[in-house]
């Protein structure tokens, strides 16, 4: 993510939680990284679990200070629906 994006924030959180379409949340920590941030800790078994790969865009949308909607489409531009999948419990939320 670009730094511009955070002036969103007061102050960047050291975690995000994804919420996706069909409610599940996960947790994923966040690394400033060359003037960027960064998705860290539990991004990459999300992206696995909901096989973000080449070709699909994926938008994030601003809930609370802390919460990023998730919003993955394929190749088509269709909206991919998401399920609740297998992963790594540590970085689920309770929600």
Known sequence: MPLDFTKHFVAVPTEFKLRNNTDCSWRVRVKPMNSRVTLDQGWATYAAVHQIKIGR??????????TLKVIIFDDDGIEVVNKCGKHDESFTTGD
Do not use: I, Q, S
């Open 57 to 66: 865009m994926v938008m994030f949308k601003l809930l609370t200070p802390d």
